[in-house]
């Protein structure tokens, strides 16, 4: 019996999102079904569908930060149970034998990681559509448990913007007595620095412009540093053991790599493709710095963030939306016009059109 939903998708790289609906094939063995309640909205979600990054495969549902209740679960699935609170990120599947699934790296599969939307399932073929929608059926290991006592609404982004920040926060044993630099103030970076502060260092906020003080300080910053004042720049030079630098466009590296201490490392977890200016591999040769680039995490990994910000109480600044502004919602993100990440009330498509 398949499962009709409804959803709310993508048909060319022009036209606006709008209602679609579509089927979710019935639990395997070692599914979960789930009924979304809310849904992040990620910068990737908007370069998907308008084709920044290839030609997708319209219709795409987007959506990969999600939260939701078990509905039902397969014969062979014992993680689960029917009314538990959990979520699903930006990976349903990989081929769980490689040498990187083998170490629960999961994200970097040899053989490709299954991405939530815009791809296809490994065994049927299908088209995989996300979570702006009103139900999933995922497999139990790529399904993560969520602390019921964090609200599901803030915790949805936890699923992407979370999990990327933490990854290397963890892979480059941040903890009490480090030095940690965030490198821009959105979705991504303001989860940085809220983590970055709950694991022990000390936090400081790369800016290009000021007004962010009060802001960054909030999060868990104790300095902000103006990129663009030399002064500024040079006071901090060697002083940071690991940078996390969400910027999702092409910018200068090295300023950032004159603040690294010896044996430091710039992370870049927002901009994928080629770099200018040069990199000038000076100081990195006499320093022993790393410039490095980090995706989301593996699935225990996550399940480690989840469980470190139920204990903390950390979940992300939101500005929670209906699905039918959705649209408005990708130009104002566009704009940078959001605190820091929108999330789509699920309930919502119950008056959808």
Known sequence: MVMPVRGYAAHSATSALGLFS?????????????????????????????????VPRYPVVPGHEIIGRVTA??????????????????????????????QGLEQYCENGMTGTYNDVDRQDGTSTQGGYSERIVVSEQFVVNVPEHLDPAGAAPLLCAGITTWSPLRHW?????????????????????????????????????????????????????????????????????????????????????????VSGTLVLVGYLGPLEEMLNTAPMVMGRKSVAGSVIGGIAETQEMLDFCGQHGITAD?????????????????????????????ASFQGAA
Request: proline residues 4%; contains cysteine; charged residues 25%.
């Open 22 to 54: 579509f089927v979710r094939r019935d639990p395997r063995p070692n599914d979960v079904a789930i009924e979304i309640e809310f849904a992040g909205v990620c910068h990737s979600d908007l370069h998907t569908v308008r084709g920044d990054w290839g």
């Open 73 to 102: 679960v397969g014969a062979d699935v014992t993680r689960f149970t029917v009314g538990q609170r959990v979520g699903v990120g930006c990976m349903v599947d990989s081929c769980q034998h490689c040498p990187a699934c083998a």
């Open 173 to 261: 044993k941040v903890g009490p007595g480090s030095k940690v630099a965030v490198v821009g103030l959105g979705g991504l970076g303001h989860m940085a620095l809220k983590l970055a502060k709950a694991m022990g260092a000390e936090v400081t906020l790369f800016s290009r412009s000021p007004g962010k003080e009060a802001d960054a300080q909030r999060l868990g910053a104790s300095h902000v540093v103006i990129s663009t004042d030399p002064a500024q720049m040079k006071a901090v030079r060697g002083q940071f053991d690991l940078i996390i630098d969400t910027v999702p466009y092409v910018h200068e590296l090295n300023p950032y790599v004159s603040t690294l201490a």
């Open 318 to 346: 939101i500005e929670r939306i209906d699905i039918g502004s959705i649209n408005d919602a990708y130009e104002r993100m566009l704009k940078s016009d959001v605190k820091y990440r929108f999330v789509i009330d699920i």
